[in-house]
């Protein structure tokens, strides 16, 4: 589980990038994450993944403190973490089941325990045969699958994912979704962050919306009910308290 306590960033030169956020989730949950470019979105996703500390409040994860983690205790953390990014951060120097099992190896797993695991996810994805691919002749769509199969090929409790979708066709969006929801089905607990209002259409799945570093709702979607998806469920109250990987 996931829990925000009124949690705030500042960066330097004063610029209040999240404001008092507050929301809790759960093992196995989809949540999809939502504003405009500069809403908050990746500060949000950097400090789940213990890239950057909140300024204020408490984020809990699996009931531990990540503030209070000492550097030998986040590396072990991340391990729990798988990241999507939408860029890929695929290594062009190896092969494409090289670049599946870095987690494994910074892990120490055993060769054969890698090996299998990286079939495993490979296959997942849809890309059995392509082990020894370098990732330079593979598509835009073969490449997110291959960031998709390394964040979860050491089997994360938790996945983030920052725009997994914004450079694909609609079909292999539907595909990478559909993926995701498999992964929420087994209990991992899945945000993804985006700011496409058809794919929020497309799935009746919780939505966090942050305007201006403020979470501004929090709630349910309906599926396919327009082009621009509203919440179904209560505003955040913003009338109290108000004064982003994975190895």
Known sequence: MIEFKNVSKIYRQDYLALDNISFTLKPGELVFLTGASGAGKST?????????????????????????LKSHEIAYYRRSLGVVFQDHHLLFDRDVAANVALPLEIAG???AEIKRRV???????????KESFNPLFLSGGEQQRVGIARAVVNKPKFLLADEPTGN???KLA???????????????CVLIATHDPMLLSSYAHRV???????????GMVEKNTSKQPSVTEAEV???????????
């Open 44 to 68: 949000l996703l950097k400090l789940i993944a213990s890239l950057a500390k909140p300024t204020q409040g408490e984020i809990l994860v699996g009931g531990r403190n990540l503030s209070q």
């Open 109 to 111: 797993y055993h060769d």
């Open 119 to 129: 079939r495993a996810a490979l296959d997942k994805v849809g890309l059995s045969g």
């Open 168 to 170: 694909l066709d609609p």
């Open 174 to 188: 539907k595909e990478i979704m559909e993926l995701f929801r498999q992964f929420s089905q087994i209990g991992v």
């Open 208 to 218: 966090l919306r942050l305007e201006n570093g403020q979470l501004v709702a929090d």
């Open 237 to 247: 109250d913003q009338s109290e308290g108000t004064d982003y990987v994975g190895a």
